[in-house]
């Protein structure tokens, strides 16, 4: 079985550390629009470092200098928590004796960082970095990659991510797949498709999306 991370296990938003640096909603939302983008954070998962990104935007927008450098110095904060829920699933799906990978878009610096952070990233049998692979999510090659290097059966693979681009691109190469909406929908499939016994996980849980970080 293949987990995402950010979005299946991690609770990471770049809002959750800019939101302690703006006072107003709207010119958080517009920076993040307009300046620290998605598309330029989309080079970071393919290998571009933060601080030399971070190094370039500031000089064409220094004004947002102090801003933009705190993507690259503090951008732990952009994770608020983790999903207990999908961390017992992947306890769950280990106990099964199935092997288990990642298959992630994450910056190559961060990755050594949140992988000492959490116990459970140690658990994966193999791990996909896109910042490490210079290519990510949803390219067909990362996926192409995941099968050749683990040498796994794309019909006898099952991901599970956030997104629905990515997974549309997985079953193009006959993976195996399951859109996460939450560890209790994702759980009961995993049920359903004989994965995991029924009733494998109680209830409780899952009462919340997403349990905060208390040292943060």
Same mark, same amino acid.
């Given at each position: 079985?293949?987990?995402? #991370?950010?979005?299946?296990?991690?609770?990471?938003?770049?809002?959750?550390?800019?939101?302690?640096?703006?006072?107003?909603?709207?010119?958080?939302?517009? %920076? #993040?629009?307009?300046?620290?983008? !998605? $598309? @330029?954070?989309?080079?970071?998962?393919?290998?571009? !470092?933060? !601080? $030399?990104?971070? =190094?370039?935007?500031? &000089?064409?927008?220094?004004?947002?200098?102090?801003?933009? @450098?705190? @993507? &690259?110095?503090?951008?732990?904060?952009?994770?608020?928590?983790?999903?207990?829920? &999908?961390?017992?699933?992947?306890? $769950?799906?280990? =106990?099964?004796?199935?092997?288990? %990978?990642? *298959?992630?878009?994450?910056?190559?610096?961060?990755?050594?960082?949140?992988?000492?952070?959490?116990? +459970?990233?140690?658990? +994966?049998?193999?791990?996909?970095?896109?910042?490490?692979?210079?290519?990510?999510?949803?390219?067909? =090659?990362? +996926?192409?990659?995941?099968?050749?290097?683990?040498?796994?059966?794309?019909?006898?693979?099952?991901?599970?991510?956030?997104?629905?681009?990515?997974?549309?691109? $997985?079953?193009?190469?006959?993976?195996?797949?399951?859109?996460?909406? !939450?560890?209790?929908? *994702?759980? &009961?499939?995993?049920?359903?498709?004989?994965?995991?016994?029924?009733?494998?996980?109680?209830?409780?849980?899952?009462?919340?999306?997403?349990?905060?970080?208390?040292?943060?």
């Amino acid at each position: 079985m293949v987990f995402d #991370l950010g979005g299946v296990l991690l609770d990471w938003n770049p809002r959750h550390l800019y939101r302690k640096l703006f006072t107003d909603e709207t010119e958080m939302e517009v %920076f #993040l629009t307009d300046i620290c983008s !998605s $598309a @330029w954070h989309a080079s970071h998962d393919q290998g571009v !470092s933060t !601080s $030399a990104s971070c =190094a370039e935007l500031s &000089s064409r927008h220094p004004e947002y200098s102090d801003l933009i @450098w705190a @993507w &690259s110095t503090r951008g732990e904060e952009m994770i608020a928590g983790v999903d207990e829920g &999908s961390v017992e699933v992947l306890r $769950a799906v280990k =106990a099964t004796g199935m092997p288990c %990978f990642a *298959l992630t878009n994450m910056e190559e610096e961060t990755y050594p960082l949140r992988l000492r952070r959490f116990e +459970f990233l140690g658990w +994966f049998d193999g791990t996909i970095v896109s910042g490490q692979e210079g290519i990510a999510k949803p390219d067909l =090659a990362i +996926f192409s990659l995941l099968l050749e290097r683990f040498e796994l059966n794309p019909r006898t693979t099952l991901m599970t991510d956030d997104l629905e681009v990515n997974l549309e691109v $997985a079953r193009t190469l006959g993976i195996q797949t399951i859109l996460f909406q !939450s560890s209790r929908q *994702l759980r &009961s499939e995993l049920e359903t498709a004989g994965v995991l016994p029924p009733g494998d996980l109680g209830c409780s849980r899952d009462e919340g999306p997403m349990t905060k970080l208390l040292n943060m």
